[in-house]
C-alpha cells in the first residue's frame, strides 16, 4: 500500500512539474554522455602530460615532470621550474592524481573525475536558471537542454584538463554570488571566494577571467544597493585571492623566477605579433568571431534578443509612464529578457576577459584553438536560443520544435560563419550531437595509441626513442615511459639547469645519443629521410592520421576517422650501425 501511494504522489509531481522532470532527464542523458566509454580513444597531446604529471604526483607527491627515467616539460623545459616542477595551474594535476588512485592509471581514470564536475557544473547551471527564472519551467527547460545536450560542451567535459573545473567554478560563483544577494549571508561570500580560488588555481587566465567578470557585473547591476561594509568586504575577499594566488606564483617560478613560458611558447617558434592592429584588439575580434562561428552564439538569435530587448526595454518605459501594467503573452512582452540579457552578459564578459588574457599566438592563422579559454561562457550564451525557443513556443508549438530539434541538433544556427575543418577544408555544418553520440560509442584509431602500441611491442626495455615534435613525444612518454627512454627532449638553450639535467641523464639533450627508434608524426620531408636514411631503415608506417582530431576544439575534431595522409613512420637503427 505504501508503495502505490509513493508511485501515486510521484505520478502526481511529475504532472505537476512536467518541465522539471524533463530538465532531469535532459540531465541524466548529458550525465550517460559524460562518462560512457571514457576510454574510447587515447589521451591527445595535452592530456598526456596531465596524465604524466598526474602519476607522478600519485607515486611521488609533487607536481614534477621527472618520473625516474624520462622527463616531460614542454618545448624545451619552458613548463618546468629549477626544481622541474610544472609552472601550470596544479588543480588538474590533483585531479587526474585521484582518478587514477580510484580507477587505475589509465583513460578513464584520467577522465572520470573531471567529466563529474563537468556534471556537475551543468547541475549548478540548473540552479542558476531556477534562482533567475523560476516562474517560468518551460523556459528553465529550453535553455538547460540546449547547454545540457551540447556536442562542445560535453567534448570539453571528457578531457583531462582544467575545461570543466573552470566551468564548474564560473557557474557555482555566479550562482553562490546571487544567492548572497537574496541572503545577505557572510557564508556565501566566502564560499565565493574559495570557488575563485579553486578557478585560479585550475586556469589563471579562466579563473582571473572569471573574478574580473563577476566584478563588472557587479558593478553594471549591483554597485547602487552595495554598503560601504560590503566594498570592504568584497576587497578583502579580492585581497586574500590575489595574495593566495601571487604567493603561488611566486613559489612555482612564475613571478620573481624571470620565467615567462607562454611568451617563450609564442616567440620561439612563431615570432612576435607583427601586424597592424592593436594585439588586444585583434584577440577581442577573434573572440566574437570564434563565437558566433563555432555555433555558440547564432547570428540569427542574436539579432532577435537584440532587438527584442530593445522592444522590451521600450514597453517597459511606456509602461511606467502611462502606469499601465498589462501582460500581454500573446506578444511576448512577459518573457524575461532582461534576467537572460543578464545571464548572457556575463557569459560574455567572461568570453571578453578570457579572450584578453589568453597567450595563445591568434595571430598565426584563421583557424585559433582559444575555444578553450572561454569554454565556460557556452552555457550562459546559450541562454538566448533557449529564450528562442520559448518565445516560438507561444506562437507555435510545431515551429518552437522545429527550432529547438535544427539549433540543438545541427550547426545550422552558425550560418553561413561556420568554422572551416582545419585539415578538410569543409563547413562544419552538421549533426554534431549525434555525431558525437556514435563517435564515444566506437573505439577511435588515433596515432598515439597505434604508435605507443607499437613501440611496447617491438622496443627492447630501456632502448632510446627520439621524436621531433615535443607534443608527441610528452603523450608518448606517459604510455610508454616504462619501457623506452625518450632522448633529444631539451636543446642546448633550455632554461633548466644543466647540471641537473646531465645528472639524470644526458642524453635528453639532442645529440648526445644515437636513439634505437625514430617516430615522425605526419608527412616525411625528402630532407629528412635523406639525413638518416644512412643509419636507419623504415620498421612500420601506421596508417593512421598522425594528428590528435579527437582534441574538443571544433576545428580540429574529427568525429570521423580522417585518412591517414603521412600516417606515421617509424625507423629503426640498423642492425650495423654502431
Keep these: 500500500m505504501r508503495s502505490m501511494v509513493n508511485v501515486k504522489g510521484l505520478s502526481e509531481r511529475i504532472r505537476g512539474q512536467p518541465y522539471a522532470t524533463l530538465s532531469l532527464c ?49 618545448t624545451n623545459g619552458n613548463a618546468l621550474n629549477e626544481d622541474l616542477r610544472d609552472v601550470a595551474p596544479p588543480v588538474q594535476y590533483f585531479l587526474t592524481a585521484m582518478g587514477f588512485a580510484i580507477f587505475g592509471v ?69 550562482y553562490f554570488y546571487e544567492r548572497y544577494w537574496q541572503t545577505k549571508k557572510p557564508v556565501c ?18 579563473g582571473t577571467a572569471m ?40 613559489f612555482i617560478g612564475l613571478i620573481g623566477g624571470g ?37 555558440w552564439i547564432s547570428w540569427a538569435v542574436l539579432l532577435w534578443f537584440m532587438v527584442f530587448l530593445v522592444y522590451r526595454k521600450s514597453v517597459m518605459r511606456s509602461r511606467r509612464r502611462s502606469g499601465r501594467r498589462k501582460r500581454t503573452e500573446a506578444r511576448g512582452d512577459d ?28 595571430w598565426l592563422s584563421g583557424v585559433v584553438l582559444d575555444f578553450r579559454y572561454y569554454v565556460a561562457a557556452l ?32 550547426s545550422a544556427g552558425a550560418a553561413p560563419f561556420n568554422i572551416t575543418m582545419a585539415f578538410t577544408g569543409e563547413r562544419t555544418l552538421g549533426v554534431h550531437f549525434f555525431s558525437f553520440i556514435r563517435e564515444i560509442h566506437r573505439p577511435y584509431p588515433d596515432a598515439i595509441q597505434g604508435a605507443s602500441d607499437y613501440l611496447l611491442q617491438h622496443a627492447q626495455q630501456d632502448d632510446h626513442v627520439y621524436i621531433p615534435g615535443f607534443a608527441d613525444r610528452e603523450v608518448l612518454t606517459f604510455y610508454t615511459g616504462h619501457r623506452v627512454l625518450f632522448c633529444g627532449v631539451l636543446k642546448e638553450n633550455s632554461p633548466l639547469p644543466r647540471a641537473r639535467i646531465e645528472a639524470l641523464r644526458k642524453s635528453l639533450y639532442t645529440g648526445q645519443c644515437n636513439p634505437d627508434w625514430i617516430a615522425v608524426f605526419g608527412p616525411l620531408s625528402g630532407e629528412y629521410w635523406n639525413n638518416i636514411k644512412a643509419h636507419y631503415a623504415v620498421a612500420t608506417v601506421l596508417d593512421v592520421h598522425y ?13 570521423e576517422p580522417l585518412p591517414a595522409r603521412g600516417g606515421v613512420h617509424i625507423f629503426r637503427r640498423k642492425s650495423t650501425d654502431p
Design 335 to 362: 518573457l524575461p529578457v532582461i534576467a537572460v540579457g543578464k545571464i548572457v552578459l556575463l557569459g560574455a564578459l567572461f568570453a571578453l576577459f578570457a579572450a584578453l588574457l589568453t597567450q595563445q599566438p591568434v
Design 106 to 174: 589509465n583513460e578513464t581514470g584520467a577522465r572520470v573525475l573531471h567529466a563529474l564536475a563537468g556534471i556537475l557544473a551543468l547541475g549548478f547551471f540548473y540552479l542558476i536558471l531556477r534562482q533567475q527564472l523560476s516562474d517560468n519551467p518551460r523556459l528553465v527547460f529550453f535553455i538547460f537542454i540546449f547547454s545540457a545536450w551540447s556536442a562542445q560542451l560535453l567534448l570539453y567535459f571528457r578531457q583531462a584538463r582544467y575545461y570543466s573545473i573552470v566551468v564548474l567554478c564560473l557557474m557555482a560563483g555566479f
Design 379 to 410: 552555457p550562459l550564451l546559450l541562454t538566448m536560443k533557449g529564450l528562442f525557443a520559448e518565445w516560438v513556443w507561444r506562437k507555435s508549438r510545431i515551429a518552437s520544435g522545429a527550432v529547438v530539434a535544427v539549433l540543438l541538433f545541427t
Design 189 to 206: 561570500l566566502a564560499v565565493v571566494t574559495l570557488i575563485s580560488a579553486l578557478a585560479f588555481f585550475s586556469h589563471y587566465a579562466g
Design 547 to 559: 594528428y590528435p582530431t579527437q582534441r574538443p576544439e571544433i576545428p580540429w575534431h574529427a568525429f
Design 26 to 74: 535532459a540531465f541524466g542523458v548529458a550525465a550517460y554522455l559524460c562518462l560512457v566509454n571514457l576510454d574510447y580513444a587515447g589521451l591527445w597531446h595535452d592530456e598526456g602530460v596531465v596524465s604524466f604529471i598526474g602519476k607522478n604526483l600519485l607515486e611521488q607527491g609533487d607536481i614534477v615532470g621527472w618520473d625516474g627515467r624520462n622527463l616531460v616539460g614542454g
Design 211 to 250: 573574478m574580473l567578470s563577476l566584478a563588472a557585473y557587479h558593478l553594471i547591476f549591483r554597485w547602487r544597493e552595495t554598503a560601504k561594509r560590503e566594498w570592504v568586504t568584497f576587497g578583502c575577499c579580492g585581497i586574500a585571492v590575489g595574495a593566495l594566488g601571487s604567493a603561488y606564483l611566486m
Design 259 to 295: 620565467r615567462d613560458t607562454m611568451a617563450s611558447f609564442r616567440t620561439a617558434d612563431f615570432g612576435e605579433y607583427q601586424g597592424v592592429v592593436p594585439l588586444f584588439l585583434l584577440k577581442i575580434w577573434i573572440c566574437v568571431r570564434d563565437l558566433f562561428a563555432a555555433d
